[in-house]
């Protein structure tokens, strides 16, 4: 059975707001992965080797509900992370452990022991070389396409 749009947005809606995952009052984290993964869903926060360069902490995201709507032109429901002032922003401040490619970034909890999600970076691998290099994030968003009959 395929659910309506009605049903599909009001997934979309508790998932925003649910306090288990991405509407937690402890601000969920964003990190940089420095080793080559295929994002999936049975990735697990382990499978990843986050970035350990200065200025690599993880960031923290917006609590409580996450904005969420559907795309007007295909109605792929979305779900928008909240990020901090100045976006989801990160720069080397000093030399330790540079060089350093990065892959992607993932979304996990504060306890930093579940991964919410995780993405290759736009445009393939960055490296990171030298002092005062900056790495800005896209929007972070969750899509889920309207539903096809298989």
């Known amino acids: 059975m395929i659910p309506t749009l009605a049903v ?23 990190a940089l992965v420095k080793e080559q993964f295929t994002p999936s869903e049975s990735l697990a926060l382990e499978d990843l080797s986050l970035a ?7 960031i923290d995201c917006g609590t409580g509900t996450q904005p969420e709507g559907l795309d007007p032109i295909n109605t792929d429901s979305i779900i ?6 100045g ?7 000093g030399i330790t452990n540079l060089p350093q490619t990065i892959y992607g970034f993932c979304l996990h909890n504060n306890a ?10 736009p ?25 096809s009959v298989k």
């Open 52 to 58: 350990d360069f200065d200025g690599s902490t993880p």
């Open 8 to 30: 599909r947005e009001s997934m979309s809606q508790l998932l925003a707001a649910d306090t288990a995952t991405l509407a937690s009052v402890t601000a969920n984290k964003v």
């Open 80 to 85: 928008s992370i909240k990020p901090p002032a």
């Open 123 to 147: 445009g393939g691998p960055v490296t990171l070389t030298a002092v005062n290099q900056v790495l800005l994030l896209p929007p972070l968003t969750f899509r889920q396409s309207s539903y």
């Open 87 to 93: 976006g989801f922003r990160f720069e080397t401040s």
């Open 112 to 121: 930093g022991n579940t991964l919410l999600g995780a993405a290759l970076l």
